[in-house]
């Protein structure tokens, strides 16, 4: 999601791991997108996770482990292959 200076970014938003949490971009003092900022704004954090909350029911986003954008359980340790 990304709003003018900010970009909120995340795998799975909503999860309850914390690799899967946001992360928060201020691209106007970092184009690279090094430094989370996300404890700095969490005003901005808050805001953009209801934009995206709101587009993802919109599109119709589906549900994975009951909350929509969290991965579903697995006995698999990631959900990626190499």
Known sequence: ???GRWK???LAPGGQRADLAWALYDLQ???TETQ???QLYPEV???LDKL???WAR???VPLRGGVIGTPAETDS???FSD
């Open 29 to 31: 003092n970092d184009r």
């Open 77 to 79: 340790q990631s959900h």
């Open 52 to 54: 995206w909350l709101d």
């Open 45 to 47: 954090v808050a805001r």
């Open 36 to 38: 989370d900022v996300r």
């Open 1 to 3: 999601m990304i709003d």
């Open 58 to 60: 919109d599109v119709g």
């Open 8 to 10: 909120l970014v995340s």
